[in-house]
């Protein structure tokens, strides 16, 4: 064994920040491409003839493998046995093969194909899972969609590898440091795939004046590329971290099916897990409709002379990174003045970039601002657990605040229907709290793992989580469009959907999360699992 030197890789602040950076950046990839269609729900509908329930069916297809083929536990026995590096390029290659795949499925060639006839007439039942009422395709699906969910398939499997591998990436290089700050950081640069997404799906998808849904997934494709590529550094990098620690690629402790039992027998991972998936399925799931829900309940005045040019997008895209770069940096300055100096910035570009969605009258601008109060806090949030704890109490807050916010897009949003600075303002708050929300709980959560379970196996132990969690993201897509279809007339506009329903459900998930998160308090001080305890001792 290599003798390990006294200041490894990882010692290095700039090293370990490198290394995250790297795997954070193919995650803001991959989040991008994840809700590529989201904001073009309406475009779906009116260009390739896809209704909610098939737009819904379609979505929920990225978590079908991982759930019902148990994928993401051969994904997690993977990175157990071959390590975090080879896991991560394995993940990166399974994305980009699944987007191809989308891509083709979404583009004019597939249209009049061969491959179109194909789908038209084989995958109407599938044994068992239509018996089970689980299959991720119907008889009458579009034939696109049916094609497109199968490529969504793929990169689901390659996304939620690259997930746990991230965690298990970041626990490698950050434990017994800045662990819930690194993993803070991590999710906020990935949140701005969000807005990135939200932003420029629609401007591809309508760029020269002439519609064309598969240029948004072309670009979700370019983007795919570059994630493999900063999965393939990471692998050199962390190649030579293990070179000068001689540590082994968790070769050494074979996994064993008795880890599984060892995972499932702890109380509080199974309460951490039932939280995950409730509140995640309040949150990814929307997201897909988000777009929708706000074009049919907001009164957008769509912009007219430099407001409807292609260059103001760019122009707000550009104000949306100031905004992030200046919230996120203020938390890391140890000069008062330049703190609040950037903070100052961060709410002046805010304001400018809310403003030039309103004359934009866009649904998908509006939503953009999702991540950026995320952004702002993460840091804060996952600084306070390394040195406060109190995560089991943070994760209480953030599902008081998701239902908070469905409750109010359900029945304050349509009542400012006809003020269009109203109804923006509210959508504009409720949308920043919720992003505060959904960064109050990741910030909490996944750092909390590694304090449940054993070391060599925390990353089967992410891997049951994320499995769990797929269960949620796959169901609730599926659900939402099947409400939307149930409770709005056959035929209806697709800006024109009632959505009340299936927001209440939302927020009945945001409830559920809440009693979990109560629970697990109670638990945690009964059984010293350490959830409200510092991570830096």
């Known amino acids: 064994m290599v003798q390990k030197v006294e200041n490894c890789l990882r010692d290095y ?45 379609m979505e929920g297809a990225e978590t079908f493998l ?14 157990d046995k071959m390590g975090v590096r080879f896991t991560a390029v394995l993940s990166g290659a399974v994305m980009l093969v699944g987007g191809i795949i989308k891509y083709y499925a979404i583009s004019e060639s597939f249209i009049g194909s061969g491959v179109e006839t194909w789908f038209t007439n084989h995958l109407n039942y599938i044994p068992l899972f239509d018996e089970l009422g689980v299959s991720p395709f119907y008889e009458g699906m579009p034939a696109s969609a049916k094609c497109a969910a199968v490529g969504f398939m793929i990169f689901g ?3 939620e590898m690259a997930g746990i591998t991230v965690s298990r990436g970041i626990v490698k ?8 700050l690194a993993m803070g950081s991590e999710m906020a640069l990935a949140r701005l795939g969000v807005a990135t997404c939200m932003i420029f799906s629609p401007f591809f998808a ?34 030579k971290l293990d070179a000068q620690t001689g540590e082994a690629e968790a070769k050494d402790d074979p996994f064993r099916i008795s880890d599984l039992g060892q995972i499932l027998k702890s109380g509080g991972f199974w309460l951490v897990s039932l939280l995950c998936v409730l509140y995640y399925s309040a949150i990814f799931p929307f997201q897909k409709y988000a777009v929708n829900m706000l074009q049919c309940n907001l009164t957008l005045n769509p912009g007219e002379g430099i407001w409807a040019s292609e260059s103001i997008t760019i122009i707000q895209y550009i104000i949306m990174l100031v905004v992030a770069a200046a919230s996120f940096s203020s938390n890391f300055s140890k000069k008062t003045a330049t703190k609040y100096s950037l903070m100052a910035i961060a709410v002046i570009a805010l304001i400018a970039y809310c403003f030039i969605g309103y004359k934009r009258g866009s649904a998908e601008a509006i939503f953009a601002v999702f991540p950026l ?4 806090i993460t840091p804060i949030l996952g600084n306070y657990v390394d040195h406060k704890g109190k995560a089991a109490t943070m994760l209480m807050l953030g599902s008081l605040l998701l239902i908070a916010c469905h409750l109010i897009f359900a029945f304050i949003l349509p009542l400012c229907k006809g003020s269009a600075i109203g109804g923006t303002i509210v959508a504009y ?15 909490a959560l996944w750092p909390s793992v590694p304090k449940l379970v054993d070391e060599k196996i925390i990353g089967s132990a992410y891997a049951l989580i994320f499995w769990i969690q797929n269960i949620g993201l796959w169901l609730f897509p599926l659900l939402i469009g ?23 459900m939302l927020a009945c998930l945001g409830a559920a999360a809440f009693a979990i998160g109560a629970i697990l308090k109670v638990v945690d001080r009964k059984k010293h699992l350490g959830l409200e305890e510092p991570n830096i001792k």
Do not use: H
């Open 157 to 159: 499997c390659g996304c």
């Open 66 to 79: 991982n759930v019902f083929v148990f994928f993401l536990i051969f994904a997690g026995i993977i990175l």
């Open 373 to 376: 109060l995320a952004v702002a």
């Open 206 to 239: 309508r760029l020269g004046g002439t519609i064309d849904v598969s240029r948004s997934v072309a670009f979700g494709v370019v983007l795919l590329c570059i994630a493999l590529i900063m999965f393939i550094v990471y692998f050199f990098m962390d190649k």
């Open 482 to 504: 099947k409400v939307l279809d149930a409770t709005n007339e056959p035929g209806t506009d697709a800006v024109q959907l009632d959505y009340t329903w299936a927001l209440v």
């Open 13 to 57: 602040a700039w090293a370990r920040w490198t290394a995250l950076l790297l795997l954070a950046l193919g995650m803001f990839c991959c989040y991008i491409f994840m809700d590529i269609l989201s904001p073009i729900k309406d475009l779906m509908q009116t260009e390739r003839g896809w209704d909610s329930t098939a737009f819904g069916t």
């Open 173 to 180: 290089w950050f434990k017994g440091r800045e662990t819930a």
């Open 429 to 443: 708050a409720t949308i920043l709290v919720l992003g505060a929300s959904f960064s109050l709980v990741p910030a």
